[in-house]
T-cell receptor, first 110, second 110 residues
Framework: SQQGEEDPQALSIQEGENATMNCSYKTSINNLQWYRQNSGRGLVHLILIRSNEREKHSGRLRVTLDTSKKSSSLLITASRAADTASYFCATAYNFNKFYFGSGTKLNVKP | NAGVTQTPKFRVLKTGQSMTLLCAQDMNHEYMYWYRQDPGMGLRLIHYSVGEGTTAKGEVPDGYNVSRLKKQNFLLGLESAAPSQTSVYFC?????????FGEGSRLTVL
């Protein structure tokens, strides 16, 4: 399978804490993206990092990419109850095919 | 903006019945995709299309057919539904670097 794998499968934290989730993949990629899915809804794009980038920020999100280890991490700082959702990494092996991992389910307790 | 619209949102079928899921996008995207999401499995790519009149197989194409007769529409067909096809189906279209998802179609095959 070309899917990425997220770790941990589930994460429960208190509001205000930081949440870190990781993604590992198997083969060379063009880019890696993170998506969020609220319960019962479709996925929403959060951030993209290209294979020649090492770190990227967007608001409270920080994404890192280590191509030598074939891994990425998503950090959500100062989490809020509204961040409760499942988070997925998606790897792009060419520019129009995307493969998803099984996701990290984040619960932020108020 | 409607974005990506899937119909129907819910459907219950008996084994052996056929049905078609319709996906429509109003963003003039060339690429469109069908994924299925099962608990603990993440999203798996069924079929995709890189433009009007084209289709290609993804990771799990068996038991499904697709058509892209118009640029804005991507149809997913089940010719003879099986209980293993009980899932939530997501359609997506893509701009460079980002997938846009519909809200999903929940299919149950009895």
């Amino acid at each position: 399978s070309q899917q990425g794998e997220e770790d941990p499968q589930a994460l429960s934290i208190q509001e205000g804490e930081n949440a870190t989730m990781n993604c590992s993949y198997k083969t060379s990629i063009n880019n890696l993206q993170w998506y969020r899915q609220n319960s019962g809804r479709g996925l929403v794009h959060l951030i993209l990092i290209r294979s020649n980038e090492r770190e990227k920020h967007s608001g409270r999100l920080r994404v890192t990419l280590d191509t030598s280890k074939k891994s990425s991490s998503l950090l959500i700082t100062a989490s809020r109850a509204a961040d409760t959702a499942s988070y997925f990494c998606a790897t792009a092996y060419n520019f129009n095919k995307f493969y998803f991992g099984s996701g990290t389910k984040l619960n932020v307790k108020p | 903006n409607a974005g990506v619209t899937q119909t129907p949102k819910f459907r219950v079928l008996k084994t052996g019945q056929s049905m078609t899921l319709l996906c429509a996008q109003d963003m003039n995207h060339e690429y469109m995709y069908w994924y299925r999401q099962d608990p603990g499995m993440g999203l798996r790519l069924i079929h995709y299309s890189v433009g009007e009149g084209t289709t290609a197989k993804g990771e799990v194409p068996d038991g499904y057919n697709v058509s892209r007769l118009k640029k804005q529409n991507f149809l997913l067909g089940l010719e003879s539904a099986a209980p293993s096809q009980t899932s939530v189906y997501f359609c997506a279209s893509s701009a460079p670097g980002e997938l846009f998802f519909g809200e999903g179609s929940r299919l149950t095959v009895l």
